[in-house]
Nanobody
Framework: EVRLVESGGGSVQAGRPLNVSCAAS????????IAWFRQAPGKEREGVSC????????HTVDSLKGRFAISSDYAKNIVFLHMNSPKPEDTAVYFC?????????????????WGPGTQVTLSS
């Protein structure tokens, strides 16, 4: 069974680095393109960052470049989202997702598998 589980969220003070992780079971993460999405209350789900299974290259949405980054530890079958200086407006549920497509895309429709999400709340 393909399964993704996010962890590392919680209520933290804005400005402090925060990492959330996505652990996979039932498949090898390195064979899939992985992305992080987030959804804030009352807003649509938005793509944050992805890493291609084909090239290993990562892409982060322009609005978050320099503050957010994706990385992987394929030996442990885990992908991370690193948040540098998170702000209160970064409060959201963060989801990881996987697709068999080799392209790194932040289009949610391209992803077949989703984790349940982890709540990240940043307080000022």
């Amino acid at each position: 069974e393909v399964r993704l589980v996010e962890s590392g969220g919680g209520s933290v003070q804005a400005g402090r680095p925060l990492n959330v992780s996505c652990a996979a079971s039932g498949f090898t993460l390195g064979d899939y393109t992985i992305a992080w999405f987030r959804q804030a209350p009352g807003k649509e789900r938005e793509g944050v960052s992805c890493i291609s299974s084909e090239t290993g290259r990562a892409h982060t949405v322009d609005s978050l470049k320099g503050r957010f980054a994706i990385s992987s530890d394929y030996a442990k079958n885990i992908v991370f989202l690193h948040m540098n200086s998170p702000k209160p407006e970064d409060t959201a549920v963060y989801f990881c997702a996987a697709t068999t497509s080799p392209r790194c895309t932040l289009n949610a429709l391209a992803y077949n598998y989703w984790g349940p999400g982890t709540q990240v709340t940043l307080s000022s």
